[in-house]
């Protein structure tokens, strides 16, 4: 059974989909970028700032989940500059170690909603 996902310490959906669907044990998070869901700011001064708060999105979503990073199976990080993945990617193990990292891809794109430098999207679970 699909069941829909929705936390007010995440960003709203800006457009017609939902933070996140639980279907069976799969928690399926929608791309999030970097908007501080207090304040509705994005948060984008330097690309650490930004994958922070990406990330704590994240985080927020698999929460209501009742699930953590340790849950998360896969991530799909899109960046609008590869220049940025060193950066990126030590932010990012900062939440996922590498003992128990998910696979992941992270790819270059032209651009990204709000013009943004940043978007991960993940799937989690559990058995």
């Keep these: 059974m699909k069941k829909i996902i929705q936390t007010e310490n995440a960003p709203a959906p800006i457009g017609p989909y939902n933070q996140a669907v639980l279907f069976g044990?799969?928690?399926?998070v929608s791309g999030?970028?970097?908007?501080?869901p207090a304040s509705g700011n994005l948060i984008t001064d330097n690309i650490e700032d930004e994958a922070?708060?990406?990330?704590?999105?994240v985080g927020a979503i698999l929460k209501e989940a009742g699930l953590t990073y340790n849950d998360v199976l896969k991530a799909s990080v899109f960046v609008k500059d590869m220049g940025l993945f060193g950066r990126i990617n030590?932010?990012?193990?900062?939440?996922?170690?590498?003992?128990?990292?998910?696979?992941r891809e992270?790819?270059?794109?032209t651009a990204?909603?709000?013009?943004?430098?940043l978007e991960i999207s993940v799937?989690?679970?559990k058995a």
């Design 123 to 125: 799937i989690a679970g």
């Design 25 to 28: 044990n799969i928690l399926f």
């Design 112 to 117: 990204l909603p709000k013009y943004v430098n």
């Design 90 to 103: 030590a932010i990012y193990a900062q939440y996922f170690g590498e003992e128990n990292a998910p696979a």
């Design 52 to 57: 922070h708060q990406v990330l704590k999105n």
């Design 106 to 109: 992270l790819v270059e794109v």
């Design 32 to 36: 999030q970028i970097a908007i501080d």
